[in-house]
Structure formats: C-alpha cells, structure tokens
C-alpha cells in the first residue's frame, strides 16, 4: 500500500458518519418503551453515581482543575455542590456513574455501558438550559436528555452489535467518545457539516488500550476511562461547533485512517472478503432497539458476564454456609465471553481486579449470600482469606450452547451455572441461570427492584424529604418529559 494518495482531491464524508449524523439530526424517537425504559436509566445511572460517592478513591478526581473557578451558569454534578464547566463536569458525572460498575451494560460483539454518555448529556444539557433561560430563551427539559440517551444508547449499541474492538485491544470507551459526540454535538445546535466534523474527530482522536482492563494490570482506571470519554466527546463537539474542519475519511483513508491504522485485524475470525474485513459493520439501520434491549445491573455491582453466576450463588448460600470446610472444588459453567473477560487465577491486587474476576465475584455470594460494593475493597479481602481458599477450588468450563445463545440476537442470553461439590462425595444440585433480572425478559420481575434500587441509593446522600421529591419525580413520566433540564438538576445538589 503506497504511503501518499494518487491525488489530493478532498473525499465525501465516510458513509458510516453520515448514517450516524443524519440519524443524530432526523429522527425522532417514538417509541413509549424506549423513553420510559430511559427514564429507569436515568434513574439507576444518578443512583450508581450517588452511591459511587461514598468512596475516596472516586471523589479524590472530581472538582474543577484549578480550585476555586467559577463557570457561569456551571454545570452541576449530582450529589454534590461541585459547578464546572461542561467538559470537566461530564468527566466527574462519567467518573461517579461509572466508578462500581453497576450502571446499565449492553453485550454483543463488543460490551459496554451505553448510560456512561449521560456524563455529556447531562453536563450539556444542565448548562444550556441554564445559560437559555438567562439569555430570555426556553431551557431544554428532560425530553431532550431521554431523547439524547436513546440515541447515544443506540449509537454506541448497533456498532458494538457485530464490531469487536477488544479483539485489536481497543477498549469499548471509543464507543462513549463517539455516541457522545455526536449527541453533545446535536444540542450544542450543531449543523450536518459541524455533526460529520465532530464525528471525525472522534474516531481519528486515538483511543483507549484495553491493558487496564486486564490481568496483570487490571485497575482503577477502568472506573474513570467513561468519564474520559464522554467529556472528551464534549470537547471534540465544541471544537466543531466552532467550524473547525473535519477528515472525512477518517475511518477509511489508506494507511492513515481508523481501519487501517487500529481496525484492520478486527474480524479476522468473520471470513470476510479482504476489502470488506476491515469495515464497521450495521446488522441494522439506527432506531430504538438499543434502549429497549438495554441491560440493567439490578442486584449485583459486578461485571454482567457474573450476574448470573452471582444470582446461582446466592441461591445456594444455604445449602453450602454451614459446610464450607468441606468443599472440594466448584464448578463454574459458562460462556466463551465470560472466560475470555473475568476467568481469572492467582492473586487480585485491588477492588478493580477484584470486581472482574468470575471465581471472585461467586465465592462471595457463596459464603455471605450476597455482593456489594464493600466487598471488593482490600480491607474486606484481607479479612476472609476463604474467599481465595474457595477461588482456588473452582474449575471454569465453557458450555458452548452458552455461547451460542449469548451471540443470538433473538436470545442474548447471559447464562452460567454453578455447582459445589463436597470431600464426602455428596454435591449441590447444578444452579443455572440463563437471563440476569436485569434483561429485557425479566423487565416485569426487574423494574420494581430497580426502583427498591435506586431509592437505597438516594438515601446514600439525601435526606428523607429530599428523597421522596426525587423518587415521586421519576416516577411520572409525563412530569419527568417536561421539566427544564436546569430544575432537575437543582433537586440533586448537595
């Protein structure tokens, strides 16, 4: 491949970024699921971040760069007194959301945490609103966020459908900078040209390696990497809002461009034609799917490829409490995602290695009947040896109909299965659990416990008056759609 273009004619915009501006700019959501399944996203990710501050390791990044700043009409971070400017302040929101690992999660090729975009939406949002009604104008309300967060869900969703970026060790947070982008961009009042601009940024940015994710440099960074990228996506639709120029052939330019400088290696294992191999590819056009499929981390902060293997392990906590001395090994049965993620042996140096490992996140439940936050932090690991007495003695073996229907869109399954074997040959009977609360299939099961969830979580940080306002408010939809974005977010500082 030449290093230089036959000719320096300028192209068109790659065809992936136009299908995302143009559905960032026309469409318009009609879907009742959708916004009222965002609107118990909106809930649960606010939730997750007020619980996130309890923990000194999160709040020690939060706050302006040079202290004591002032921002006019500053966008406010909930739960706390903080007023920043929105790029930092979408950093901080991303950072709190993000930081336990209990907001929403979306499986396919790749995975990810579509609500990690709220970090932009709502840091935008609560800004203009504000600076509108100063300047005479009508603020934005909630409507716009629900509308912003179904299609930031739904960007970020349909290009993880069947585009993997961990195989080339990209991490899913590329994803968030993109989504993000494009819907700062859009209520920022960007044009199409000012949308493709942004966008191309986004992808031409660099993105996150994958290492912080893994053994043996599994970390904290992982909690705060959202939080980077949904600001970064504010950043990157301010720049182009100001008519900076675009690279339109971001994704596709030869030897420069996103596929072939990180990209060209990513379906390798598709069989796919040579020219066609290092493409993002849609199995289908931009809608609504994303949001109403979304899953919710309801009764476990944990990794979504171990809810399942959580639930199977509270339910046999009786069973094997009063015998724990007498297991002799456990067996974990899962999907290939699962053992490729979060399989891990040997030592957990810290609450981020901790809340990625499948034998970490089922000896828990298996010995207390159930797994917060505060179990993965170092003082409680030091406490109870067992837990990697137990993680010694599990075996992790894939069950390839696990597999498959975790890959089948018409299924998504999420399923493992545990079983505890003891010294006198006697053993528990196989758990399996195929679909975690939190799937669409269980949404009738899962939502009021998702409620029961997030008011737990409001009274983390506010008081019992304070509660009540915020869970009656979204509770109705209709009062929720129309309130200004700028008196929601009044109700959640501190």
Known sequence: MSATSETNERPDYDPELKAIADYVLDYQVASQEALETARYCLMDTLGCGLLALRF?????????????????????????????????????????????????????????????????????????????????????????????????????????LENSFNRVGLDHVVLVKVASTAVAAKLLGANREQLLSALSHAWVDGQSLRTYRHAPNAGSRKSWAAGDATSRGVRLADIARRGEMGIPSALSAPQWGFYDVLFSHANKDLSLKPEADRRLRFQREFGSYVMENILFKISFPAEFHAQTACEAAVTLHPQVKDRLAEIDKIVLTTHDSAIRIISKTGALANPADRDHCLQYMTAVPLIFGALTAEHYEDHFHADHPLIDELRDKMVVEENAEYSKAYHDPEKRSIANAVQVFFNDGSTTDQVAVEYPVGHRRRREEGMPLLVDKFERHLATRFPASRCQTIAQLCSQQATLEALPVHKFMDLWMM
């Not at 390791?57 to 406010?76: D, M, N, Q, S």
């Not at 929105?86 to 396919?108: E, F, M, Q, S």
């Not at 935008?124 to 104008?137: C, F, M, P, R, T």
């Not at 309300?141 to 299609?151: E, P, S």
């Open 56 to 160: 000194p390791e999160c709040t020690k990044h939060l706050g302006p760069i040079v202290e004591g700043t002032v921002v006019p009409f500053g966008a406010r971070v909930p739960g706390t007194s903080l007023r920043l400017d929105p790029v930092k302040a979408a950093w901080d929101i991303g950072c709190i959301i993000r930081w336990l690992d209990y907001n929403d999660t979306w499986l396919a090729a790749e995975w990810g945490h579509p609500s990690d975009n709220l970090g932009a939406i709502l840091a935008v949002a609560d800004h203009l609103s504000q600076q509108q009604v100063a300047q005479g104008e009508a603020p934005l309300v909630m409507r716009d966020v629900l509308n912003a967060m179904i299609m930031a869900h739904e960007i970020q969703g349909v290009l993880a």
